[in-house]
């Protein structure tokens, strides 16, 4: 569903986590941080979880590929602009800024206490 772009935030659309198609355009000049897992569940259960569990009311999406032969295109862009060789496992976040690129790259075992003064640094 993405199509190849000079920033995450144009010429890229997913869908989001009730099946509907979302243009990232709709995150200009936002601050997002983007993350691939291997979540156990289909779309439906893994929002029921999140919302009941944690309260989540951000935007989440479905489920695609973020390595190998059917690797999602806003994945190839994130590595591309990450200077990221492989995706190592579940976890790794880019922090993509106002302006749609990647700010910074973390791996797996970095929590999100520990990104929390980029992002704040990004919001400006």
């Known amino acids: 569903m993405a199509a190849a772009g000079d920033s995450l935030y144009s010429g890229f659309s997913t869908k989001d986590i009730d099946g509907n198609v979302c243009d990232l355009g709709s995150f200009a000049g936002k601050v997002a941080l983007v993350f691939g897992c291997e979540e156990p569940g289909t779309e439906a259960e893994i929002k029921a979880f999140v919302t009941e ?3 989540v009311t951000f935007p989440m999406f ?3 590929d973020v390595k190998g032969p ?7 862009f994130l590595k591309s602009e990450g200077k990221v060789g492989e995706i190592g496992w579940n976890f790794e976040k880019f922090l993509v800024g106002k302006d749609g690129h990647v700010a910074k790259h973390y791996a797996t075992k970095v ?12 919001l400006g």
């Open 62 to 64: 479905s489920k695609i």
């Open 70 to 76: 059917n690797m999602d295109p806003i994945y190839g």
């Open 53 to 55: 569990k944690y309260g």
């Open 111 to 122: 929590t999100p206490g520990e990104i929390e003064k980029d992002i704040v640094y990004l």
